[in-house]
């Protein structure tokens, strides 16, 4: 319709001289300066917790490999003790007074 004027649409912009001094301020250059070591502070801390988690990453896998090989270790010494108190049942042998020094002659 000819003639009709639109309403609510959105207001000028400001004008760039006006955006650009805004930037000059001395307030703003501060803001500016604190803004910015907080963001690299920010990010140096967040690296940083990043080479910790790594570092304990590798450290708990270390350690895992090590528990896992000495399950391994058990879990054979627990088979060999299980077949030297099967055969001495078998063989009907006397009750051993030390268990330890046996254990230690065959293991």
Excluded at 40 to 50: G, L, N, Q, T
Excluded at 60 to 70: A, D, F, M, Y
Excluded at 90 to 102: F, I, L, Q, R, Y
Aim: net charge positive; charged share 40%; hydrophobic share 25%.
């Amino acid at each position: 319709m000819p003639g009709k004027q639109k309403c609510g649409g959105k207001a000028p912009a400001p004008s760039k001289e006006r955006k650009h001094s805004h930037k000059d301020t001395e307030e703003y250059k501060n803001r500016r300066d604190r803004n910015n070591t907080a963001v690299k502070k920010s990010r140096e801390k967040s690296r940083e917790k990043a080479r910790e988690t790594t570092e304990k990453v590798t450290k708990l896998r270390q350690e895992n490999k090590e528990l896992e090989h000495k399950v391994d270790a058990l879990s054979q010494e627990l088979d060999m003790l299980k077949e030297f108190v099967l055969a001495h049942a078998e063989t009907g042998g006397p009750p051993v007074a030390n268990p330890e020094a046996v254990i230690k002659d065959h293991g």
